[in-house]
Structures are given as C-alpha cells and as structure tokens.
C-alpha cells in the first residue's frame, strides 16, 4: 500500500526552479516504477518523467528534457523532481505516481496509485 504526497509547488518567475518532492506517507517502500504527471489548466493530465525502481532506467517528454531532472532515493523513500529554466507553459498542477508494470507509461492506468497533486504557477 502507498500514500504518496508531493510537496515542493509555490509561485516562481519565468526563467526559476524548483524542487518538488514525492514520499510514500505510509513509511512502506517504494520499490516500482515512480513518474511525475501534470495538468495545465484546462488541458488534461500529461507525462512529465518516470525512473524505474532501481533508478537506472529514466524518461522525459521531450517538453521537458534538458530542464527537468528526476530521481529517487530508495532508502529514504522519496522521488524528487528538479525544475529548472521554468516557463508559463509549466504551470499546472504536478502529480506523483506509481504503478506495477509498464515503462515509461503504466501498463494500465487502473494500477496507478496516485498523489493529490502540488501546484507550480510561472509568471511571465
């Protein structure tokens, strides 16, 4: 069982970074592929990244690549997203997730065990 809860989202000028954070409250380890997810306000939810669970195998959006920098640390039970070179188009809501199978996207999202999500806003 996983409770995951992000933290990390605030208000940042364009050009700004941030680091957001992904912990399973439940104190149970993470071992599964972890991904971070947003959605812009009034478009749908998008990938953003993945890691696998031992971290060696990671994925971008192509949106993102080169500014953002995912990874986790296992004995601390955390997964970290670094945010760099934001812009207006990164605002939206980052969401935490994790899920069984499926690399970079979950084999079915019906598995996804998903955070509540934390707000990034980029003001041009």
């Known amino acids: 069982q996983v409770q995951l809860v992000e933290s990390g989202g605030g208000l940042v000028q364009a050009g700004g970074s941030l680091r957001l954070s992904c912990r399973n409250s439940l104190h149970t380890s993470l071992r599964d592929t972890v991904g971070w997810f947003r959605q812009p306000p009034r478009k749908e939810r998008e990938f953003v990244a993945a890691i696998s669970g031992s971290g060696r195998i990671i994925k971008y959006a192509d949106s993102v690549k080169g500014r953002f920098t995912i990874s986790r640390d296992n004995a601390a039970n955390t997964i970290d997203l670094q945010v760099n070179i934001l812009n207006p188009e990164d605002t939206a809501v980052y969401y935490c997730?994790?899920?069984?199978?499926?690399?970079?996207?979950?084999?079915?999202?019906?598995?996804?065990?998903w955070g509540k999500g934390t707000l990034v806003t980029v003001s041009s």
């Open positions: 997730a994790t899920w069984p199978a499926g690399f970079p996207l979950p084999r079915d999202f019906g598995e996804v065990s």
